[in-house]
């Protein structure tokens, strides 16, 4: 079977495909933000004190970043049932691409919290500041400024993870287009119009991230969360 050119312009701007792609962008980013304020809250304790407390943070990030998404999805749209659990699609899918998420965002935050000077925590404590305001005036506003490259880059990432939503039934473009090859049988057709989406969306992306990288004067390459290479306690 020949490509197709009118298929392939046909479906390029279908509506259907055009809700798609936007409902993709709509799951992206409400994921992401469960990601960012469930991963800031296990950051934070992670960084706690008390043993216990870092224990279930540390096992938490271990689980949402050692097992792959797609067991975690069909964990929480075919599992929960089983215990008397149900998550429609939409609450499955955000659910579970936002705490896969939230792992990975803990390490990025913990990481832009560790790497704030020292010398900061010193004043703040000069100053007679408690842990608390210490971390909410002078630690995290700084983090904020270094965590903009990482979560930008775990933002594309997630992007893209979408497609897996497929898997349950969710339709988001890969699940749209799907439907659509099961209607025509143009594959090849209908593969590189999702591909053209994905691509014309995270270009998009990245473009946007550029310009706040510049605007804040931060770059992948420099200011960068360490991440991994700080494992010693940071106790305030």
């Known amino acids: 079977m020949s490509w197709s050119w009118d298929t392939f ?10 809700r798609a792609a936007a409902v993709t962008v709509w799951v992206a980013v409400a994921s992401q933000v469960i990601g960012v ?10 960084l ?10 540390n096992a938490y990030v271990w689980f949402w970043r050692g097992s792959p998404l797609l067991v975690q999805l ?17 609450e499955a899918g955000l659910i579970g691409l936002g705490l896969n998420a939230s792992g990975f965002m803990a390490e ?25 305001q210490t971390m909410r005036r002078i630690i995290l506003p700084q983090a904020a400024r ?17 497609s897996l939503l497929s898997v349950i039934s969710f339709e988001e473009l890969l699940r749209v287009t799907t439907l659509a090859i099961n209607e025509t049988f143009r594959a090849t057709e ?3 119009v999702a591909a053209v ?25 420099r200011d960068r969360a360490p991440g991994r290479r700080f494992r010693f306690a940071f106790k305030i």
């Open 48 to 57: 706690a004190q008390n043993p216990v407390v870092r224990f279930v943070a």
């Open 108 to 132: 990025i935050i913990r990481g832009t919290i560790l790497s704030v000077d020292r010398g900061e925590l010193e004043a703040a404590r000069s100053l007679g500041m408690s842990r608390g």
């Open 197 to 221: 989406y994905y691509l014309a969306m995270t270009t998009v992306w990245t473009l946007i991230q550029a310009g706040i990288e510049r605007r804040l004067g931060v770059s992948a390459g």
């Open 74 to 90: 069909f964990l929480l749209y075919f599992g929960l049932p089983q215990l008397g659990i149900r998550l429609n699609v939409i």
């Open 9 to 18: 312009l046909a479906y390029i701007a279908d509506p259907l495909f055009v």
């Open 190 to 192: 209908l593969y590189a």
């Open 146 to 162: 270094l965590i903009v490259p990482p979560l930008g880059n775990e933002f594309l990432s997630n992007l893209r993870t979408t």
């Open 37 to 46: 304020v469930v991963g800031l809250g296990v950051a934070l304790m992670q």
